[in-house]
């Protein structure tokens, strides 16, 4: 079974450059997370969505950034206008409902130059 | 904020049990523990999760004392494989409730 695929593994952008990060949960997941590690630091929370549904967006910046979980297709963390404190990894997770372990994939690092 | 306090380094000999405390003395009748770990560069991977009963699966145990203030994470017969930064999280398992890090225990194993 695949796990948690996410795309790019790497990306680089220059300032003010948009970033779309992709994320395909495990099969028969429909809950997906979106998670942020900045350089030296801990894992902290941006974004909860179910199929089409935001479900809790607290740890998401209010400007520049969006996701989304169509019915079909991947889930889409979108960056407008990059800036340098952006450069962090993103991580995205899945699950099958709200009592299962989250499954976590492997990561895109970003890097605005 | 964590709701977990964990010691931030440990040490374990190589094919030694590694035993991870973590402290969750506010938790609540409906959360669980979780453990995550976090190998360099890579995303968090599951271990484990219980309630109030001890757990065990192929990778570890999980080791819940009878209050619930506390727990310990089992890793049997460590190999240079599990040096990563292991998380200790409490969660309620119903509801739209996302997973909180902390600082976890940075965990290396010497050959």
């Known amino acids: 079974n695949a796990g948690v695929m996410q795309n790019p593994r790497h990306l680089v952008r220059r300032r003010g450059q948009e970033a779309r990060l992709r994320c395909s949960p495990m099969?028969?997941?429909?809950?997906v997370y979106w998670y942020r590690q900045l350089p030296e630091e801990g894992l902290k929370f941006m974004v909860y969505?179910?199929?089409?549904?935001?479900?809790?967006e607290s740890g998401m910046p209010k400007e520049r950034f969006s996701a989304e979980f169509p019915k079909e297709g991947p889930s889409i963390l979108r960056i407008q206008q990059v800036v340098r404190g952006d450069s962090a990894a993103y991580f995205c997770?899945?699950?099958?409902?709200?009592?299962?372990?989250?499954?976590f994939g492997n990561g895109t690092r970003l890097t605005v130059t | 904020d964590a709701k977990t306090t964990q010691p931030p380094s440990m040490d374990c000999a190589e094919g030694r049990a590694a035993n991870l405390p973590c402290n969750h003395s506010?938790?609540?009748?409906?959360?669980?523990v979780y453990w995550y770990r976090q190998i360099h560069s890579q995303g968090p991977q599951y271990i484990i999760h219980?309630?109030?009963n001890n757990e065990t699966n192929e990778m570890a145990s999980l080791i819940i004392t009878e209050d619930r203030k506390s727990s310990t994470l089992i890793l049997p017969h460590a190999t240079l494989r599990d040096t990563a930064v292991y998380y200790c999280?409490?969660?309620?398992?119903?509801?739209?409730?996302?997973?909180?890090f902390g600082t976890g225990t940075r965990l290396t194993i010497i050959p």
């Open positions: 969505l179910q199929k089409e549904n935001i479900i809790d």
């Open positions: 219980g309630l109030k």
């Open positions: 999280i409490v969660r309620t398992n119903f509801g739209n409730e996302k997973l909180t």
């Open positions: 506010t938790i609540s009748g409906n959360e669980y």
């Open positions: 997770a899945s699950s099958q409902g709200s009592e299962s372990p989250l499954h």
């Open positions: 099969k028969g997941h429909s809950h």
